[in-house]
Protein backbone atom coordinates (compact mmCIF):
# COMPACT_ATOMS: atom_id res chain seq x y z
CA UNK A 1 0.00 0.00 0.00
CA UNK A 2 1.65 3.61 -0.66
CA UNK A 3 -0.14 6.50 0.91
CA UNK A 4 0.24 9.79 1.92
CA UNK A 5 -0.99 12.50 4.17
CA UNK A 6 1.03 15.34 3.94
CA UNK A 7 0.70 19.08 5.76
CA UNK A 8 2.88 21.78 5.07
CA UNK A 9 3.03 25.48 5.57
CA UNK A 10 5.04 27.54 2.69
CA UNK A 11 4.92 30.91 3.19
CA UNK A 12 3.52 33.54 1.89
CA UNK A 13 0.36 31.76 1.15
CA UNK A 14 0.71 28.00 0.16
CA UNK A 15 -0.94 26.17 2.76
CA UNK A 16 -0.59 22.12 1.53
CA UNK A 17 -3.35 19.52 3.25
CA UNK A 18 -3.51 16.41 0.96
CA UNK A 19 -4.16 12.78 1.34
CA UNK A 20 -4.37 10.19 -0.96
CA UNK A 21 -3.42 6.03 -2.11
CA UNK A 22 -1.25 5.41 -4.80
CA UNK A 23 -2.40 2.49 -6.68
CA UNK A 24 -0.08 0.62 -9.24
CA UNK A 25 0.03 1.93 -11.95
CA UNK A 26 0.03 6.22 -12.95
CA UNK A 27 -1.76 8.89 -10.72
CA UNK A 28 -1.80 12.08 -12.80
CA UNK A 29 -1.32 15.36 -10.29
CA UNK A 30 -2.78 17.65 -12.31
CA UNK A 31 -3.25 21.74 -11.21
CA UNK A 32 -2.11 25.37 -11.82
CA UNK A 33 1.98 26.05 -11.53
CA UNK A 34 2.00 27.30 -7.59
CA UNK A 35 -0.85 24.96 -6.34
CA UNK A 36 2.05 22.91 -4.78
CA UNK A 37 2.42 19.98 -7.32
CA UNK A 38 6.33 19.99 -6.70
CA UNK A 39 6.23 20.26 -3.28
CA UNK A 40 4.28 16.74 -2.82
CA UNK A 41 7.10 15.55 -4.81
CA UNK A 42 9.67 16.78 -2.47
CA UNK A 43 7.65 15.79 0.55
CA UNK A 44 7.62 11.95 -0.95
CA UNK A 45 11.22 11.94 -1.95
CA UNK A 46 12.35 13.30 1.54
CA UNK A 47 14.11 16.83 -0.41
CA UNK A 48 11.54 18.51 1.91
CA UNK A 49 10.14 17.89 4.89
CA UNK A 50 6.35 17.90 6.12
CA UNK A 51 5.14 19.76 9.05
CA UNK A 52 2.65 16.76 9.57
CA UNK A 53 1.35 13.86 8.42
CA UNK A 54 2.36 10.19 7.45
CA UNK A 55 3.89 8.76 4.23
CA UNK A 56 3.79 5.10 3.62
CA UNK A 57 5.45 3.70 0.47
CA UNK A 58 5.03 0.19 -0.14
CA UNK A 59 3.93 -0.71 3.43
CA UNK A 60 7.09 0.58 4.92
CA UNK A 61 6.43 3.93 6.47
CA UNK A 62 9.16 7.00 5.55
CA UNK A 63 7.52 9.56 7.43
CA UNK A 64 5.44 9.85 10.16
CA UNK A 65 5.32 12.83 11.71
CA UNK A 66 3.51 12.47 15.16
CA UNK A 67 5.84 9.46 16.04
CA UNK A 68 9.30 11.53 14.96
CA UNK A 69 10.04 9.42 11.57
CA UNK A 70 11.27 10.70 8.71
CA UNK A 71 13.30 7.84 6.56
CA UNK A 72 16.77 9.83 4.73
CA UNK A 73 16.06 10.49 0.90
CA UNK A 74 18.60 8.30 -0.01
CA UNK A 75 17.21 5.07 2.17
CA UNK A 76 13.48 6.15 0.75
CA UNK A 77 13.46 4.11 -2.39
CA UNK A 78 11.60 6.92 -4.42
CA UNK A 79 12.94 7.33 -7.89
CA UNK A 80 12.63 10.84 -9.22
CA UNK A 81 12.16 12.44 -12.74
CA UNK A 82 12.55 16.17 -12.58
CA UNK A 83 10.92 19.14 -13.79
CA UNK A 84 14.45 20.46 -14.53
CA UNK A 85 16.96 18.26 -16.66
CA UNK A 86 19.01 17.00 -13.42
CA UNK A 87 21.52 14.29 -15.38
CA UNK A 88 24.60 15.10 -13.86
CA UNK A 89 26.56 17.13 -16.52
CA UNK A 90 29.89 15.45 -15.83
CA UNK A 91 28.79 11.99 -16.62
CA UNK A 92 27.88 10.48 -20.05
CA UNK A 93 24.55 8.73 -19.66
CA UNK A 94 25.41 5.44 -19.40
CA UNK A 95 27.74 6.48 -15.84
CA UNK A 96 24.69 8.44 -14.69
CA UNK A 97 22.90 5.09 -15.32
CA UNK A 98 25.64 3.11 -13.46
CA UNK A 99 25.49 6.08 -10.45
CA UNK A 100 22.28 4.12 -9.43
CA UNK A 101 23.03 1.17 -9.90
CA UNK A 102 26.74 1.39 -7.62
CA UNK A 103 25.37 -0.94 -4.56
CA UNK A 104 25.01 -4.14 -7.16
CA UNK A 105 28.00 -6.26 -7.83
CA UNK A 106 30.16 -5.61 -10.63
CA UNK A 107 28.84 -7.85 -13.01
CA UNK A 108 25.11 -7.17 -12.24
CA UNK A 109 25.85 -3.53 -12.44
CA UNK A 110 26.79 -4.01 -15.94
CA UNK A 111 24.41 -6.54 -17.42
CA UNK A 112 21.52 -4.49 -15.55
CA UNK A 113 22.60 -0.83 -16.84
CA UNK A 114 22.77 -2.44 -20.20
CA UNK A 115 19.32 -3.91 -20.17
CA UNK A 116 17.84 -0.57 -18.79
CA UNK A 117 19.32 1.42 -21.84
CA UNK A 118 18.32 -1.12 -24.44
CA UNK A 119 15.03 -1.24 -22.94
CA UNK A 120 14.50 2.53 -23.47
CA UNK A 121 16.45 2.72 -26.89
CA UNK A 122 19.82 4.18 -25.05
CA UNK A 123 22.18 1.90 -26.24
CA UNK A 124 23.57 3.80 -29.04
CA UNK A 125 23.78 7.20 -26.86
CA UNK A 126 25.24 6.09 -23.80
CA UNK A 127 28.29 6.93 -24.00
CA UNK A 128 27.84 10.81 -24.79
CA UNK A 129 27.34 13.48 -22.33
CA UNK A 130 23.99 15.38 -21.29
CA UNK A 131 24.59 18.49 -23.36
CA UNK A 132 25.47 16.59 -26.03
CA UNK A 133 22.12 14.39 -26.15
CA UNK A 134 18.47 15.65 -27.71
CA UNK A 135 16.16 16.50 -25.28
CA UNK A 136 14.65 13.51 -25.53
CA UNK A 137 17.41 11.14 -25.22
CA UNK A 138 17.79 13.05 -21.98
CA UNK A 139 14.34 12.44 -20.66
CA UNK A 140 14.64 8.69 -21.32
CA UNK A 141 18.06 8.49 -19.63
CA UNK A 142 16.52 10.68 -16.59
CA UNK A 143 14.28 8.01 -16.58
CA UNK A 144 16.56 4.79 -16.79
CA UNK A 145 18.55 6.23 -14.01
CA UNK A 146 15.10 6.24 -11.87
CA UNK A 147 14.12 2.86 -12.67
CA UNK A 148 17.85 1.46 -12.24
CA UNK A 149 17.28 2.21 -8.73
CA UNK A 150 14.44 -0.10 -8.59
CA UNK A 151 11.97 2.47 -6.69
CA UNK A 152 9.31 1.74 -4.82
CA UNK A 153 7.30 5.06 -6.00
CA UNK A 154 8.10 6.55 -8.98
CA UNK A 155 7.57 10.48 -9.32
CA UNK A 156 7.87 12.29 -12.33
CA UNK A 157 7.70 15.96 -12.32
CA UNK A 158 6.04 18.18 -15.14
CA UNK A 159 8.90 17.54 -18.03
CA UNK A 160 7.28 17.24 -20.86
CA UNK A 161 7.28 13.19 -21.06
CA UNK A 162 4.85 12.15 -23.75
CA UNK A 163 2.39 9.45 -23.49
CA UNK A 164 4.46 6.59 -25.10
CA UNK A 165 7.49 7.25 -22.71
CA UNK A 166 4.95 7.15 -19.81
CA UNK A 167 3.76 4.13 -20.91
CA UNK A 168 6.56 2.39 -21.85
CA UNK A 169 8.01 3.72 -18.17
CA UNK A 170 4.85 1.92 -16.52
CA UNK A 171 5.77 -0.89 -18.49
CA UNK A 172 9.19 -1.06 -17.11
CA UNK A 173 8.52 -0.71 -12.83
CA UNK A 174 5.54 -2.22 -10.85
CA UNK A 175 5.96 0.73 -8.77
CA UNK A 176 2.94 3.14 -8.17
CA UNK A 177 3.70 6.24 -10.76
CA UNK A 178 2.94 9.80 -9.70
CA UNK A 179 2.62 12.15 -12.54
CA UNK A 180 2.65 15.48 -12.22
CA UNK A 181 1.49 17.53 -15.81
CA UNK A 182 0.05 20.14 -17.14
CA UNK A 183 -1.38 17.80 -20.39
CA UNK A 184 -4.92 16.97 -19.75
CA UNK A 185 -4.75 14.76 -22.45
CA UNK A 186 -1.63 12.54 -21.13
CA UNK A 187 -3.70 12.35 -18.29
CA UNK A 188 -6.51 10.96 -19.81
CA UNK A 189 -4.34 8.52 -21.97
CA UNK A 190 -1.57 7.74 -19.39
CA UNK A 191 -3.38 8.01 -16.34
CA UNK A 192 -5.54 6.04 -14.29
CA UNK A 193 -6.15 8.41 -11.55
CA UNK A 194 -6.07 12.25 -11.37
CA UNK A 195 -5.83 14.06 -8.62
CA UNK A 196 -6.92 17.64 -9.25
CA UNK A 197 -5.22 20.07 -6.70
CA UNK A 198 -6.21 23.54 -6.03
CA UNK A 199 -4.24 25.84 -3.59
CA UNK A 200 -2.52 22.90 -2.01
CA UNK A 201 -5.80 20.88 -2.06
CA UNK A 202 -6.80 18.19 -3.70
CA UNK A 203 -9.81 19.65 -5.29
CA UNK A 204 -11.39 16.27 -7.46
CA UNK A 205 -10.12 12.70 -7.55
CA UNK A 206 -11.50 9.97 -9.62
CA UNK A 207 -10.94 8.55 -13.34
CA UNK A 208 -9.56 10.85 -15.57
CA UNK A 209 -12.39 11.06 -18.49
CA UNK A 210 -14.88 11.57 -15.41
CA UNK A 211 -13.37 14.28 -13.95
CA UNK A 212 -12.58 16.12 -17.20
CA UNK A 213 -16.06 15.51 -17.95
CA UNK A 214 -17.85 15.79 -14.82
CA UNK A 215 -16.17 18.41 -12.58
CA UNK A 216 -17.64 18.92 -8.73
CA UNK A 217 -16.86 22.36 -8.71
CA UNK A 218 -16.11 25.74 -10.73
CA UNK A 219 -12.22 26.16 -9.24
CA UNK A 220 -12.01 22.42 -11.15
CA UNK A 221 -14.03 23.16 -14.01
CA UNK A 222 -11.80 26.19 -14.69
CA UNK A 223 -8.96 23.51 -14.29
CA UNK A 224 -9.80 21.20 -16.87
CA UNK A 225 -10.41 23.99 -19.33
CA UNK A 226 -13.57 24.47 -19.64
CA UNK A 227 -14.79 28.03 -20.56
CA UNK A 228 -18.56 27.95 -20.04
CA UNK A 229 -18.96 28.32 -16.58
CA UNK A 230 -21.73 30.65 -15.25
CA UNK A 231 -23.60 31.65 -12.00
CA UNK A 232 -27.59 31.07 -12.52
CA UNK A 233 -30.59 30.54 -10.48
CA UNK A 234 -33.02 27.65 -10.57
CA UNK A 235 -36.35 29.09 -11.54
CA UNK A 236 -38.19 26.14 -12.04
CA UNK A 237 -37.68 22.16 -11.51
CA UNK A 238 -40.25 19.41 -12.73
CA UNK A 239 -39.21 15.95 -11.34
CA UNK A 240 -42.09 14.78 -13.11
CA UNK A 241 -40.38 15.38 -16.52
CA UNK A 242 -36.74 15.34 -15.08
CA UNK A 243 -36.46 18.45 -16.02
CA UNK A 244 -35.27 22.24 -14.68
CA UNK A 245 -35.53 25.90 -15.93
CA UNK A 246 -31.80 27.48 -14.97
CA UNK A 247 -31.77 31.73 -15.05
CA UNK A 248 -28.65 33.40 -15.90
CA UNK A 249 -27.84 37.11 -16.82
CA UNK A 250 -28.20 36.89 -20.17
CA UNK A 251 -30.09 33.81 -21.21
CA UNK A 252 -32.15 31.05 -19.55
CA UNK A 253 -31.45 27.21 -19.78
CA UNK A 254 -33.85 23.93 -19.95
CA UNK A 255 -31.52 21.28 -17.79
CA UNK A 256 -31.63 17.94 -16.56
CA UNK A 257 -34.07 17.79 -12.71
CA UNK A 258 -31.25 19.23 -10.25
CA UNK A 259 -31.27 16.82 -6.81
CA UNK A 260 -30.94 18.78 -3.69
CA UNK A 261 -31.95 22.10 -4.81
CA UNK A 262 -34.53 23.97 -4.78
CA UNK A 263 -36.34 26.98 -6.87
CA UNK A 264 -34.23 30.21 -5.94
CA UNK A 265 -31.21 28.55 -5.18
CA UNK A 266 -28.15 30.33 -6.83
CA UNK A 267 -25.73 27.08 -8.69
CA UNK A 268 -23.19 27.09 -10.89
CA UNK A 269 -23.46 25.04 -14.83
CA UNK A 270 -20.93 24.02 -16.44
CA UNK A 271 -20.52 22.96 -20.57
CA UNK A 272 -17.45 22.30 -22.45
CA UNK A 273 -16.82 24.30 -25.45
CA UNK A 274 -16.67 21.37 -27.40
CA UNK A 275 -20.10 20.05 -26.59
CA UNK A 276 -22.20 23.33 -27.66
CA UNK A 277 -23.65 23.59 -31.17
CA UNK A 278 -23.70 26.96 -33.09
CA UNK A 279 -26.33 27.72 -36.11
CA UNK A 280 -27.26 30.62 -38.15
CA UNK A 281 -29.15 33.69 -36.62
CA UNK A 282 -31.59 32.70 -39.40
CA UNK A 283 -32.47 29.19 -38.04
CA UNK A 284 -35.35 28.92 -36.51
CA UNK A 285 -34.36 28.67 -32.69
CA UNK A 286 -34.71 25.18 -30.75
CA UNK A 287 -34.69 24.03 -27.15
CA UNK A 288 -31.68 25.74 -25.82
CA UNK A 289 -30.67 28.28 -28.12
CA UNK A 290 -29.20 31.13 -27.24
CA UNK A 291 -28.90 34.47 -29.84
CA UNK A 292 -25.51 36.10 -29.40
CA UNK A 293 -23.07 37.88 -31.13
CA UNK A 294 -19.99 36.58 -31.94
CA UNK A 295 -17.06 38.54 -30.49
CA UNK A 296 -14.01 37.06 -32.07
CA UNK A 297 -12.62 33.36 -34.19
CA UNK A 298 -9.35 31.94 -33.44
CA UNK A 299 -8.06 29.36 -34.94
CA UNK A 300 -6.79 26.13 -32.82
CA UNK A 301 -5.13 23.30 -33.15
CA UNK A 302 -7.92 21.56 -34.17
CA UNK A 303 -10.66 23.31 -33.78
CA UNK A 304 -11.80 27.08 -34.40
CA UNK A 305 -12.84 28.84 -30.74
CA UNK A 306 -15.81 30.86 -31.32
CA UNK A 307 -15.83 33.56 -28.41
CA UNK A 308 -19.85 35.05 -28.01
CA UNK A 309 -21.09 37.61 -26.17
CA UNK A 310 -21.98 36.86 -22.47
CA UNK A 311 -18.97 34.79 -22.23
CA UNK A 312 -19.75 31.75 -24.11
CA UNK A 313 -17.24 29.97 -25.98
CA UNK A 314 -17.79 26.84 -28.64
CA UNK A 315 -15.42 25.01 -30.37
CA UNK A 316 -16.51 24.00 -33.87
CA UNK A 317 -14.81 22.00 -36.64
CA UNK A 318 -12.75 23.97 -39.06
CA UNK A 319 -15.37 22.51 -41.76
CA UNK A 320 -18.04 23.88 -39.52
CA UNK A 321 -16.89 26.95 -39.17
CA UNK A 322 -16.52 27.44 -42.94
CA UNK A 323 -19.31 26.66 -43.65
CA UNK A 324 -21.14 30.17 -41.27
CA UNK A 325 -18.56 31.65 -40.78
CA UNK A 326 -20.81 34.41 -42.93
CA UNK A 327 -23.53 34.32 -40.63
CA UNK A 328 -24.75 37.69 -40.32
CA UNK A 329 -25.89 36.18 -36.47
CA UNK A 330 -25.90 33.90 -34.48
CA UNK A 331 -27.46 30.65 -32.31
CA UNK A 332 -25.40 28.50 -29.28
CA UNK A 333 -27.10 25.59 -28.85
CA UNK A 334 -26.48 24.15 -25.03
CA UNK A 335 -27.73 20.76 -25.18
CA UNK A 336 -28.93 20.23 -21.95
CA UNK A 337 -27.74 16.53 -21.52
CA UNK A 338 -24.32 17.93 -21.37
CA UNK A 339 -24.87 20.31 -18.33
CA UNK A 340 -23.34 19.75 -15.95
CA UNK A 341 -24.64 21.31 -12.54
CA UNK A 342 -21.66 22.35 -9.66
CA UNK B 1 76.88 39.72 -4.56
CA UNK B 2 74.28 37.89 -5.77
CA UNK B 3 70.46 37.56 -4.28
CA UNK B 4 69.41 34.82 -2.14
CA UNK B 5 67.05 33.15 -3.97
CA UNK B 6 65.91 30.65 -0.84
CA UNK B 7 62.93 33.24 0.57
CA UNK B 8 61.08 32.47 -2.76
CA UNK B 9 61.86 28.81 -2.66
CA UNK B 10 60.00 28.40 0.94
CA UNK B 11 57.60 30.52 0.11
CA UNK B 12 56.66 28.80 -2.51
CA UNK B 13 57.04 25.88 -0.13
CA UNK B 14 54.85 27.35 2.19
CA UNK B 15 52.14 28.27 -0.63
CA UNK B 16 52.34 25.04 -1.92
CA UNK B 17 51.52 23.31 1.47
CA UNK B 18 48.62 25.56 2.73
CA UNK B 19 47.45 25.56 -0.88
CA UNK B 20 47.07 21.31 -0.82
CA UNK B 21 46.14 21.37 2.51
CA UNK B 22 42.89 23.60 1.87
CA UNK B 23 42.02 22.14 -1.36
CA UNK B 24 42.21 18.48 0.62
CA UNK B 25 40.12 19.63 3.42
CA UNK B 26 38.60 22.80 2.29
CA UNK B 27 35.70 21.72 -0.15
CA UNK B 28 34.46 18.82 2.29
CA UNK B 29 34.14 20.87 5.16
CA UNK B 30 32.24 23.33 3.16
CA UNK B 31 29.85 20.77 2.10
CA UNK B 32 29.68 19.57 5.79
CA UNK B 33 29.06 23.02 6.88
CA UNK B 34 26.11 23.43 4.38
CA UNK B 35 24.35 21.36 6.76
CA UNK B 36 24.97 23.46 10.12
CA UNK B 37 24.40 27.54 8.51
CA UNK B 38 24.76 28.81 12.07
CA UNK B 39 28.21 27.14 12.49
CA UNK B 40 29.30 28.81 8.83
CA UNK B 41 30.61 32.00 10.78
CA UNK B 42 32.75 30.04 13.00
CA UNK B 43 34.72 28.50 10.10
CA UNK B 44 35.61 32.28 8.48
CA UNK B 45 37.03 33.55 11.78
CA UNK B 46 40.50 33.07 10.79
CA UNK B 47 40.11 34.99 8.24
CA UNK B 48 41.18 38.33 10.13
CA UNK B 49 43.93 36.42 12.08
CA UNK B 50 45.73 34.58 9.84
CA UNK B 51 47.95 36.60 7.92
CA UNK B 52 49.23 38.65 11.29
CA UNK B 53 50.55 35.42 12.58
CA UNK B 54 52.17 34.54 9.29
CA UNK B 55 53.78 37.92 10.11
CA UNK B 56 54.66 37.45 13.48
CA UNK B 57 56.29 34.03 12.69
CA UNK B 58 57.89 34.69 9.97
CA UNK B 59 59.60 38.19 12.00
CA UNK B 60 60.32 36.10 15.10
CA UNK B 61 61.23 32.59 13.58
CA UNK B 62 65.14 32.77 14.31
CA UNK B 63 65.08 29.32 11.80
CA UNK B 64 62.53 29.62 9.17
CA UNK B 65 60.80 26.52 8.56
CA UNK B 66 58.44 26.09 5.05
CA UNK B 67 56.00 23.68 6.98
CA UNK B 68 55.34 25.82 9.79
CA UNK B 69 54.41 28.72 7.83
CA UNK B 70 52.20 26.59 5.08
CA UNK B 71 50.29 25.27 8.79
CA UNK B 72 50.00 28.72 9.79
CA UNK B 73 49.15 29.99 6.45
CA UNK B 74 46.56 27.19 6.58
CA UNK B 75 44.05 28.77 8.62
CA UNK B 76 44.37 31.42 6.18
CA UNK B 77 43.53 29.30 3.14
CA UNK B 78 41.34 26.79 4.44
CA UNK B 79 38.26 29.39 5.19
CA UNK B 80 39.26 30.95 1.88
CA UNK B 81 38.50 27.79 -0.16
CA UNK B 82 35.57 26.59 2.00
CA UNK B 83 34.24 30.14 1.26
CA UNK B 84 34.17 29.50 -2.35
CA UNK B 85 33.51 26.25 -2.39
CA UNK B 86 30.27 26.76 -0.64
CA UNK B 87 29.74 29.76 -2.81
CA UNK B 88 30.10 26.85 -5.70
CA UNK B 89 27.94 24.50 -4.09
CA UNK B 90 25.36 26.82 -3.42
CA UNK B 91 25.00 27.91 -7.60
CA UNK B 92 24.57 24.29 -8.25
CA UNK B 93 21.20 22.90 -9.38
CA UNK B 94 19.48 21.65 -5.86
CA UNK B 95 18.28 18.96 -8.27
CA UNK B 96 21.65 17.20 -8.87
CA UNK B 97 22.66 16.61 -5.57
CA UNK B 98 18.73 15.79 -4.62
CA UNK B 99 19.35 13.22 -7.93
CA UNK B 100 22.15 11.40 -6.02
CA UNK B 101 20.62 11.21 -2.68
CA UNK B 102 16.92 10.19 -3.75
CA UNK B 103 19.36 7.25 -6.31
CA UNK B 104 20.61 6.13 -2.54
CA UNK B 105 23.98 8.08 -2.67
CA UNK B 106 26.07 8.46 1.00
CA UNK B 107 26.58 12.17 1.54
CA UNK B 108 30.11 11.39 1.25
CA UNK B 109 29.52 9.59 -2.28
CA UNK B 110 27.07 12.43 -3.31
CA UNK B 111 30.22 15.58 -2.35
CA UNK B 112 32.99 12.62 -4.20
CA UNK B 113 31.11 11.99 -7.32
CA UNK B 114 28.85 15.11 -8.05
CA UNK B 115 28.88 17.95 -5.74
CA UNK B 116 32.62 18.03 -5.90
CA UNK B 117 33.43 17.68 -9.43
CA UNK B 118 30.92 20.11 -10.31
CA UNK B 119 31.89 22.92 -8.32
CA UNK B 120 35.94 22.18 -9.15
CA UNK B 121 36.69 24.90 -11.38
CA UNK B 122 35.95 27.44 -8.34
CA UNK B 123 38.28 25.31 -5.87
CA UNK B 124 41.27 24.91 -8.17
CA UNK B 125 40.61 28.54 -8.56
CA UNK B 126 40.14 29.73 -5.25
CA UNK B 127 43.51 27.20 -4.47
CA UNK B 128 45.38 28.93 -7.14
CA UNK B 129 44.31 32.74 -5.19
CA UNK B 130 45.64 31.15 -1.91
CA UNK B 131 48.80 30.00 -3.28
CA UNK B 132 50.03 33.30 -5.00
CA UNK B 133 49.06 35.37 -1.73
CA UNK B 134 50.97 32.92 0.68
CA UNK B 135 54.00 32.80 -1.85
CA UNK B 136 53.81 36.49 -1.90
CA UNK B 137 53.20 37.22 1.80
CA UNK B 138 55.63 34.19 3.08
CA UNK B 139 58.29 35.13 0.59
CA UNK B 140 58.31 38.72 1.22
CA UNK B 141 58.04 39.24 4.30
CA UNK B 142 61.12 36.73 4.94
CA UNK B 143 62.96 38.86 2.43
CA UNK B 144 62.02 42.32 3.89
CA UNK B 145 63.01 40.19 7.77
CA UNK B 146 66.65 38.99 6.72
CA UNK B 147 67.46 42.08 4.96
CA UNK B 148 66.37 44.05 8.35
CA UNK B 149 68.76 41.89 10.28
CA UNK B 150 71.34 41.46 8.27
CA UNK B 151 71.52 45.69 7.96
CA UNK B 152 70.95 45.20 4.25
CA UNK B 153 69.13 46.28 1.41
CA UNK B 154 66.40 43.86 0.37
CA UNK B 155 67.87 42.54 -2.98
CA UNK B 156 65.45 43.63 -5.72
CA UNK B 157 65.66 40.11 -8.22
CA UNK B 158 63.74 37.61 -5.25
CA UNK B 159 61.10 40.35 -4.67
CA UNK B 160 60.18 40.77 -8.45
CA UNK B 161 60.50 37.06 -9.20
CA UNK B 162 58.26 36.62 -6.29
CA UNK B 163 55.60 39.42 -7.83
CA UNK B 164 55.66 37.68 -11.33
CA UNK B 165 54.96 34.42 -9.62
CA UNK B 166 51.99 35.54 -7.54
CA UNK B 167 50.62 37.50 -10.70
CA UNK B 168 50.89 34.81 -12.65
CA UNK B 169 48.91 32.44 -10.50
CA UNK B 170 46.60 34.98 -9.76
CA UNK B 171 45.94 35.16 -13.33
CA UNK B 172 45.66 31.12 -13.93
CA UNK B 173 43.16 31.70 -11.35
CA UNK B 174 41.56 33.99 -12.89
CA UNK B 175 40.96 32.39 -15.77
CA UNK B 176 40.18 28.93 -14.33
CA UNK B 177 37.49 30.45 -12.30
CA UNK B 178 35.87 32.03 -15.64
CA UNK B 179 36.08 28.78 -17.56
CA UNK B 180 38.46 29.13 -20.31
CA UNK B 181 41.29 26.67 -18.79
CA UNK B 182 40.22 22.99 -18.81
Known amino acids: MTRARLGKKVPPGLSLDVEFDLAPGVTALFGRPGSGRTLILDLLAGFATPTTGRILVDDVILFDGAARVNVPARLRQVGSIFQRDALFPHLTLRQNVQFAAANKPRLERHRRVAETLDSLGLTESGDSKPRDAAPEVRLRAAAARALMAEPKLLLIDDCGMEEALVTQIRGLTKAPILLVTRDLDLCCTAAAQLLVLEAGRIAQRGAPVEVVDQPDS ?3 ARLVGIPNVFQGTVAALDPGRNTSRLEFEHFALTGPYIKGHFRGDRVWVAIGAEKLAVHGGDEPAGVNYVAAPLVRAAERSRCVRLEFAYGITADVAREEYARQKDNQSWQVEFPASALRVL | MAPDWSPLWLGLRAAAFSSAMALVLGPWL ?5 RYAAAAPLAWLPLSVTPVLLFA ?17 STFSLPYVMRASAAAYGALKPEY ?6 LGATEWRVFARIAGPLALRPILAAAAFVFAVVAAEAGAVLILVRAARADATPAAAPLAAIAAVSLAIHYLGTRLERGSLG
Do not use: S
Open chain 2, 57 to 73: YCLRAAQFRWAAAGLIA
Open chain 2, 30 to 34: AYWLQ
Open chain 1, 218 to 220: VEV
Open chain 2, 97 to 102: VNAARG
